[in-house]
C-alpha cells in the first residue's frame, strides 16, 4: 500500500531534550515536506526536501532541522525542543513539485 | 493579512443538502489549487485539483476557482454524514516557493 509513515504518533517530552520524528514514504516520491498544524492558524511548512540531500527553508524552520541522506526517508529533529514546539506534524510527500501531496497520519508532540 | 483567508466555521447542515466552502487569495502569482479533507486523527489527503481558472467536478464534488476574483469554491452535492470533516484548500505557484499555502480549514458536520 502506498503510505506516508510517521513515528511516533504520539510524543511527550521534556524542554531541551533531543528528539527525531522518522518519515518514511514507499511511492519512490522525490519531493518530501514537513508541516506543523496548530489551532488558528493552519498548516505551516518547516521544511521541504525537492531530492536526496537537497533541503530549504521553509516558512517556520526555526528550532528545526531535517536531513535527506535516502530518497525514502526524512526525518525531522529537535535538537532542543521548547513548549512553542507542541503542536501536530505531519510529514508528506510527492512524485514531484507541484504534484499532489501524499500525507502521513501526523505525530503530536507536546513538550512540557 | 493572510495569504489565503477561509473561514473556519463550524458549519453544520443537514444530510443531503449542498454544502459550498470557500476560500479567498491575495496572491495573483497562485496557479494550482487543491481541496483537501481531513478526518480526525488523520493527515489531509486530496480531494480535488485544478489548475488556474474554471470548474472540475468528481462525483458528488464540485470545485471551482475564478481567479479575476481571486476566490476558490468546493461544493459538496447530496451531502452524507461520512462528508463529516474538516476540509483546508490549498494553493501554489507555477515557480517561485516549493510549498503549499494552506487555508485554516472549515470544520463541516453533517448531521443524519
Known amino acids: 500500500e502506498a503510505q506516508v509513515t510517521q513515528n511516533p504518533r504520539y510524543l511527550i517530552t521534556v524542554t531541551g531534550k533531543k528528539l527525531t520524528v522518522t518519515c518514511s514514504q514507499n511511492m519512490n516520491h522525490e519531493y518530501m515536506s514537513w508541516y506543523r498544524q496548530d489551532p488558528g492558524l493552519g498548516l505551516r511548512q518547516i521544511y521541504y526536501s525537492m531530492n536526496v540531500e537537497v533541503t530549504d527553508k521553509g516558512d517556520v524552520p526555526e528550532g528545526y532541522k531535517v536531513s535527506r541522506k535516502e530518497k525514502r526517508n526524512f526525518p525531522l529533529i529537535l535538537e532542543s525542543p521548547s513548549p512553542n514546539q507542541t503542536s501536530l506534524y505531519f510529514c508528506?510527500?510527492?512524485?514531484?513539485?507541484?504534484?499532489?501531496?501524499?500525507f502521513g497520519n501526523g505525530t503530536r508532540l507536546t513538550v512540557t | 493579512q493572510k495569504e489565503v483567508e477561509q473561514d473556519p466555521g463550524p458549519l453544520s447542515v443537514p444530510e443531503g443538502a449542498i454544502v459550498s466552502l470557500n476560500c479567498t487569495y491575495s496572491n495573483s502569482a497562485f496557479q494550482y489549487f487543491m481541496w483537501y479533507r481531513q478526518y480526525s486523527r488523520k493527515g489531509p489527503e486530496l480531494l480535488m485539483y485544478t489548475y488556474s481558472s474554471g470548474n472540475k467536478e468528481d462525483g458528488r464534488f464540485t470545485a471551482q476557482v475564478d481567479k479575476s476574483s481571486k476566490y476558490i469554491s468546493l461544493f459538496i452535492r447530496d451531502s452524507q454524514p461520512s462528508d463529516s470533516a474538516t476540509y483546508l484548500c490549498a494553493m501554489s505557484m507555477v515557480q517561485g516557493a516549493q510549498k503549499l499555502v494552506f487555508g485554516q480549514g472549515t470544520r463541516l458536520t453533517i448531521n443524519p
Open positions: 508528506a510527500s510527492s512524485y514531484r513539485w507541484g504534484s499532489p501531496l501524499h
